[in-house]
DNA sequence: CTGAAAGCGCTTACAG
DNA sequence: CTGAAAGCGCTTACAG
């Protein structure tokens, strides 16, 4: 039973009596109109039910008050996530006990459209929540730009020249990447994150070799963490060795099974989480144990790292916080477009967990 | 370095030698446009990067292409889903290994939102997300109004007499709860479900009453709950008792504390999780062993309810599908104003898990 | 198949 | 403080 033609501003000026415009201000600039008028027409819209268009506000003012976010879709998994160097105090927190709770827990994008929608809302705009498959992705950017005022996206759901050019053409920023500066840009210390706990690791290890279990060279994640590694690493006097995995839970477990047929390491050094703990199962399978005579690290902080045998120290990414920030930032850059470039680089933590042994720096 | 006046309709004639009304048609039904004309129009298009206004569009179209989706805000824990009867056949899922991956594990909105995105942008539908605090959510609905073809708001986040008026100007379904008559709405079979889980257990508990540790009286999910639990124990021969729980675990071990003092059941069917997580820590250590001396169940399916010690049983919603079927219930609501009322009641299904023993029916 | 023109419902200078 | 009027960028009958 839902519509009849729904009530304008015409229809709300004709019933308290003024021109359109005065009603247009009392809703947009309240204090430019007389207290009188402004009950008068408040009580019309009220009695009219009226609720303004948003289309032709977006059309009249210019803007839509609408953000847009593009998130991959679900045709694929989950892309991989760019980052870059820096380095920020990394906090370590006491996750032996698995008390703490990682605020909604790892769904690394879901807890990005909360902070973005947390931040958006608050901050007077509505959030637009586009995916879709692979192939179609780059005309939703397109779309999208006509929708919204601002757009957020994640780096690599859509080519990067593609990105570029939606730049140029509107605010945007790219989430969980380098914008190389075509835009500005959110993301995580990689490279830090895996330094700090590189070190931990360094401070408490057994006996043995340093096995770090990299990602694809084309990961942009995985060549910023593999630098935090290399920065620690060297010089340290520890024997070490680097294979690469392609970030699954299989290619860490063979490439851990592959390390294993000629040493026997003291540490394994997971670029993400999944790796290591393909690397957690070989390990007990080969009947070392964790972390009494091998310690093994993780990245990403996803779920399952924490129920894991044992569960994972790893490197928490604060997700929802760089969705928070990214809109900060697409807000900052609406406000003026010709601001120099942002590329922002929010600290990460690390859980620590029984992987790597007892507590304590 | 975004904007310069992005280019519009008119540009796109003039650079293809149409007029605005054949670029439109090329857009939106290309199949009315000689094919010479239409490359043309196609061509200048890509060269003049035009993207369409959205909100002229809208405004023009009388209709924006986006659906919206109210959630309950941040600053409020999710408020608790009702729902209500019905028989379907329940699936029984073996989940004795944890091997069974709940699509997206259980973060009840989240899983909602991805159902609700994937439905929206498949039939090509934009969605736009909406959250706020408690006190602007009827404000947020107002605003959606404006903005959108059609709206989806989960049960209770706003009072239900503002549902019912917005769902008089907008088509609009409830998600997770009754719209008694006013709206369309889907929701899960709360009632099946329980009923379902209640027979499992009568058919293998051990020795002793059964405990029911209902919700808040003013739940509808707990009214339903309930209702399913009785419809299997009245007749049954058992001897039972309900106790009322606030849904928290706190309630639960409370419940199941002060139920211990005189009882010592065979078998404690919870109407959520959280309740049930704290039943089985006040039989822990009371010295019960679950499930030999009382087998355990909850209702909802969250992730912790995987990792309890034992494992809960549990009867799961599911969130994704509820998206889903909100999206086209909304879709047939838009595309017939006047069809009858639809309540659509999705099936749950039953996670065997060891708290609840070893498996069979 | 294509064009001229009206109209969608607002906002915002510009006058007064 | 308020109103008349132009204009935002499209879509869609209506003619031809």
Not at 28 to 38: A, I
Request: glycine content about 10%; aromatic content about 4%.
């Amino acid at each position: 039973m839902p519509p009849r033609k729904p009530p304008t501003v015409y229809d709300v000026a004709t019933r308290a009596g003024v021109s359109i415009a005065t009603v247009s201000r009392v809703l947009r600039s309240p204090q430019k109109v007389t207290e009188s008028t402004r009950e008068r027409v408040l009580a019309a819209i009220d009695e009219l039910g009226y609720v303004p268009n948003a289309s032709a506000r977006g059309l009249a003012g210019r803007r839509t008050g609408v953000l847009g976010l593009l998130i991959p879709g679900h045709d694929a998994p989950p892309v991989p996530q760019p980052g870059s160097a820096g380095d920020h105090v990394v906090e370590f927190i006491d996750d032996m006990d698995r008390s703490f709770v990682d605020p909604e827990r790892n769904h690394y994008f879901e807890q990005l459209v909360r902070g973005c929608e947390i931040s958006a809302w608050g901050s007077g705009y509505a959030l637009l929540v586009a995916s879709g498959p692979d192939l179609s992705r780059s005309v939703v950017l397109d779309d999208l730009e006509g929708r919204v005022d601002g757009i957020i996206v994640i780096s690599r759901t859509v080519p990067d020249d593609l990105i570029a050019r939606s730049a140029r053409r509107v605010p945007l920023v790219v989430v969980a990447g380098r914008a190389a500066g075509t835009a500005d840009s959110v993301r995580v210390d990689n490279a830090g994150g895996m330094a700090a706990v590189t070190r931990h690791v360094l401070a408490r290890k057994p006996e043995g070799p340093v096995l770090y279990l990299g990602g694809p060279a084309d990961s942009p994640d995985g060549v910023e963490r593999e630098e935090g590694f290399r920065r620690e690493i060297d010089g340290s006097g520890e024997t070490w060795r680097i294979a690469s995995t392609d970030f699954t839970t299989e290619g860490g477990a063979q490439e851990m099974r592959r390390a294993l047929a000629d040493v026997r390491p003291g540490a394994v050094i997971a670029a993400n989480d999944q790796s290591a703990l393909g690397a957690l199962t070989e390990l007990r399978e080969a009947g070392i144990s964790v972390p009494d005579d091998c310690v093994v690290t993780g990245f990403d902080g996803i779920e399952d790292a924490r129920w894991s045998r044992p569960p994972l120290t790893t490197v928490r990414q604060p997700m929802t916080d760089v969705g928070v920030q990214a809109v900060q930032t697409l807000l900052r850059r609406m406000a003026d477009a010709d601001a120099p470039g942002q590329d922002l680089q929010l600290p990460v933590d690390v859980l620590l967990r029984e992987s790597c042994g007892p507590l304590g720096r």
